[in-house]
């Protein structure tokens, strides 16, 4: 059974815009393609390796994007419960340690932006997958590279 892919309308969104840019370069593919093959012998020809291999590339991504696709949730706003961290929600946190706040929205891996401003982080990462299910006051410890982490959860509210 394939897996279903939870994610917010802006990240389906953002999927099926990518998908349909691949697609629309199929015939530039197609047309690298044909001009390598009329340098000659297939056998010694790099520009028609690179084609088939950029082309080759492009299907796997397309093929990739069209599953996460067709086996998309998406979490709609009326859905969302404040009561606990989860996809969709912007969660503020503070490290128990060093006392600073931090604020992150939690979203599907393929919408992850931890440049953004609060941090689009994914609901995958170490520290988005220990704080889903959790509550405001809830003390979350996790493990990431560097060592233990302590969070307390602060606020969580809908992301704007």
Do not use: C, W
């Amino acid at each position: 059974m394939p897996q279903e892919n939870v994610m917010t309308q802006d990240g389906y969104n953002k999927l099926k815009k990518e998908r349909d840019e691949l697609i629309a370069r199929r015939p530039e593919i197609a047309e690298m393609l044909n001009e390598a093959r009329s340098y000659g012998d297939l056998s010694e020809n790099a520009e028609y390796d690179a084609a088939k291999e950029e082309q080759a590339n492009l299907e796997a991504r397309i093929l990739m994007l069209d599953e996460k696709l067709r086996n998309a949730k998406i979490i709609k706003d009326e859905e969302l419960s404040l009561d606990r961290v989860n996809i969709g929600l912007t969660v503020k946190i503070k490290d128990t340690k060093t006392k600073a706040t931090k604020v992150y929205s939690l979203v599907d891996a393929t919408e992850a932006d931890p440049f953004a401003t609060p941090a689009r982080i994914s609901v995958e990462s170490p520290i988005g997958s220990a704080l889903i299910g959790h509550k405001v006051k809830d003390k979350v410890e996790f493990t990431v590279p560097s060592g233990q982490m302590k969070f307390e959860i602060l606020e969580i509210h809908k992301t704007e």
